[in-house]
């Protein structure tokens, strides 16, 4: 059983482009939420995305955009990068249910902008 | 909102115990979890905690005070491979997940 997966697992960009990046969340979840971890700090929450809406959302500009699929699968988008973005992108999957679900996170997407 | 803080590092002796504190401010508080992350790893679930009290999780345990708002996480008979950042996370009654900054545990021979 596949856990959840990310892609790219690296890639870089310039200031001013804009970048997808791809989450599929573990077998069986349907929540997905996006983090941003700068180096050496703990993830900062972006987003996150239910029956295809996002329905929380941390401190982060419109830059920030995403989007979840009828399976589940999610995307972020970041417009007009800026350097401060440079970051490993971190996509956790939780399962259906109320209450506090354990978040299952994939490896990341680890994100340079030059 | 939601604030929570933690040391930023913190050392240990490889058999020995190390406790990790963490204090939290959240609004609908639903919760403390603790991950632990390997350098360039993904998080890895170690516990959670919604009642007040102590979970035991073989060298693992975490501890939950709601009322001061504090939590601990107690590693016993360090390894060189509890070596990791430890994530102290509060969960909202809204589905947000909040992280602390992590705490950089380094388990000295």
């Known amino acids: 059983d596949a856990g959840v997966t990310q892609s790219p697992t690296h890639l870089i960009k310039t200031r001013g482009q804009q970048v997808t990046l791809r989450c599929s969340p573990k077998?069986?979840?349907?929540?997905v939420s996006w983090y941003q971890q700068a180096l050496g700090q703990g993830p900062q929450f972006i987003f996150q995305y239910y029956e295809e809406e996002e329905r929380q959302r941390g401190n982060f500009p419109d830059r920030f955009s995403g989007h979840q699929f009828p399976n589940y699968s999610s995307e972020l988008n970041v417009n007009a990068l800026l350097l401060g973005d440079s970051a490993l992108y971190l996509c956790?999957?939780?399962?259906?249910?109320?209450?506090?679900?354990?978040?299952?996170f994939g490896a990341g997407s680890r994100l340079t902008v030059l | 909102g939601q604030n929570i803080d933690q040391p930023t590092e913190m050392t240990a002796t490889e058999g020995a115990i190390v406790q990790i504190n963490c204090t939290y401010q959240t609004s609908g508080f639903n919760g403390l979890f603790w991950y632990q992350q390997h350098a360039g790893e993904a998080p890895t679930f170690l516990s959670y905690n919604v009642l007040d009290g102590l979970e035991e999780k073989g060298r693992f345990s975490s501890f939950l005070s709601r009322s001061k708002g504090y939590s601990y996480l107690l590693l016993k008979e360090l390894q060189m491979k509890d070596s990791a950042s430890y994530l102290c996370g509060s969960y909202n009654q809204g589905g947000k997940l909040i992280f602390g900054q992590g705490t950089e545990l380094s388990v000295k021979p």
């Open positions: 077998s069986g979840h349907d929540t």
């Open positions: 956790a999957s939780s399962p259906p249910g109320s209450g506090a679900n354990v978040l299952t």
